[in-house]
């Protein structure tokens, strides 16, 4: 590395490590390198804490435990979010995820508030594996007494349609657990369906007459306030470099997004989606064969009006058939056939 060693704080032999790291790295190795030790080095200055920031301890209140199973963190900031939700309202709440769950703990968590997504096809997901296993098998103990609810997260494209969710929620109403709350089942677009189950599992929660019920429903405006799918964050462009050779197949990029003004933060394994426009022919298309007018006004993804044009081009999925999609059409044309195909 022919850098100057000037304010270096690293110990020679830290030094001489990382020269080695980097001896023969390509430069499009050097640019991942580079932005993993950003984000490392942003997740540690920044460390998420599932740990109870003080909460005022109500005695009166009971304890909860709130699980998670998931794979790429829906259910996993799902659950972070109930968390502090719950202690925000003064219960004693821990989060844990299926993972790193001691299964013999179950007997003594009288209040279990699990999100699980699933995966593969109607699998759960990997931290969820050992669990799942353990409920299911001989060793899963008798839960009268306990209290649960469970959010399932899932995709009703897949065959099987929040399946891990569904199979938690059976098999615990089997062991004897009692449901606080009926199981809620999430799609895609989970923010609202999570939010009513969040602020339902608080009201149930709180004691009657409890005075802080009052104050309890607000957790769709905590999620609606985050960038999330529905509401993306518009990031600035900051580069666009083409890595690859001029007379190569590939085009592989070196891209910088700003996130400076969003409050975000990212840690190594993150991923990030990006929100493309459809391609205006094919709204054109559609909006031709449909015989609709672009400029009609409907409501945006978001709630907020806007041009059909606008809505088609934005924000909405118009290149897959999905199973809602079918649904709606089956309902609205009478033709439940649609649905058999
Ligand atoms: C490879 C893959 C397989 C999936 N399989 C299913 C499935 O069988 N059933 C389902 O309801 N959802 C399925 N999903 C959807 C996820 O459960 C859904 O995206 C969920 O929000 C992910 O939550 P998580 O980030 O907490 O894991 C699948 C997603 C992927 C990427």
């Given at each position: 590395m022919?850098?100057?060693?000037?304010?270096?704080?690293?110990?020679?032999?830290?030094?001489?490590?990382?020269?080695?790291l980097v001896e023969g790295v390509t430069p499009e190795q050097l640019v991942w390198i580079n932005g993993y030790w950003a984000g490392?080095?942003?997740?540690?200055?920044?460390?998420?804490?599932?740990?109870?920031?003080?909460?005022?301890?109500?005695?009166?209140?009971?304890?909860?435990?709130?699980?998670?199973?998931?794979q790429t963190?829906?259910?996993?900031?799902?659950?972070?979010?109930?968390?502090?939700?719950?202690?925000?309202?003064?219960?004693?709440?821990?989060?844990?995820?299926?993972?790193?769950?001691?299964?013999?703990?179950?007997?003594?968590?009288?209040?279990?508030?699990?999100?699980?997504?699933?995966?593969g096809?109607?699998?759960?997901?990997?931290?969820?594996?050992?669990?799942?296993?353990?409920?299911?098998?001989?060793?899963?103990?008798?839960?009268?007494?306990?209290?649960?609810?469970?959010?399932?997260?899932?995709d009703?494209s897949?065959?099987?349609?929040?399946?891990?969710?569904?199979?938690?929620?059976?098999?615990?109403?089997?062991?004897?657990?009692?449901?606080?709350?009926?199981?809620?089942?999430?799609?895609?677009?989970?923010?609202?369906?999570?939010?009513?189950?969040?602020?339902?599992?608080?009201?149930?929660?709180?004691?009657?007459?409890?005075?802080?019920?009052?104050?309890?429903?607000?957790?769709?405006?905590?999620?609606?306030?985050?960038?999330?799918k529905?509401?993306p964050y518009h990031a600035k462009l900051l580069e666009n470099l083409r890595l690859t050779g001029r007379g190569s197949s590939k085009d592989v990029r070196h891209i910088e997004l700003s996130i400076?003004?969003?409050?975000?933060?990212y840690?190594p394994g993150d991923s990030l989606g990006i929100v493309a426009r459809n391609w205006p022919q094919r709204v054109n298309e559609l909006?031709?064969?449909?015989?609709?007018?672009?400029?009609?006004?409907?409501?945006?993804?978001?709630?907020?009006?806007?041009?059909?044009?606008?809505?088609l081009s934005n924000?909405f999925e118009i290149t897959t058939l999905t199973?809602?999609?079918?649904?709606?059409?089956?309902?609205?044309?009478?033709?439940?056939?649609?649905?058999?195909?």
């Open positions: 022919n850098m100057s060693n000037l304010g270096n704080p690293l110990t020679p032999a830290q030094w001489e490590a990382l020269n080695r490392f080095s942003a997740a540690r200055q920044q460390p998420v804490s599932v740990e109870s920031p003080q909460p005022p301890k109500i005695q009166a209140k009971p304890e909860i435990t709130v699980l998670f199973g998931s963190g829906n259910a996993e900031k799902l659950a972070l979010l109930l968390h502090s939700r719950l202690v925000d309202h003064g219960f004693l709440a821990r989060v844990e995820g299926m993972g790193s769950y001691k299964t013999a703990q179950i007997k003594r968590d009288r209040h279990l508030l699990i999100v699980v997504s699933t995966y096809e109607g699998d759960p997901p990997d931290n969820a594996l050992a669990f799942h296993e353990f409920l299911f098998g001989k060793k899963a103990p008798k839960l009268d007494g306990t209290q649960f609810s469970v959010l399932a997260l899932g009703s897949y065959e099987h349609f929040c399946k891990t969710g569904r199979d938690i929620d059976e098999r615990l109403a089997e062991l004897g657990a009692s449901r606080l709350l009926s199981r809620m089942d999430c799609d895609v677009d989970y923010e609202d369906t999570a939010a009513t189950w969040i602020d339902t599992v608080l009201t149930k929660l709180h004691p009657a007459n409890d005075a802080q019920t009052d104050s309890v429903l607000k957790t769709e405006s905590v999620l609606v306030g985050t960038y999330s529905k509401n400076a003004d969003s409050g975000l933060v840690e909006l031709e064969s449909l015989k609709l007018n672009g400029s009609a006004t409907v409501l945006g993804a978001n709630g907020i009006e806007t041009s059909l044009e606008q809505a924000d199973r809602p999609f079918l649904e709606k059409y089956a309902e609205l044309s009478g033709r439940r056939q649609a649905l058999q195909h």
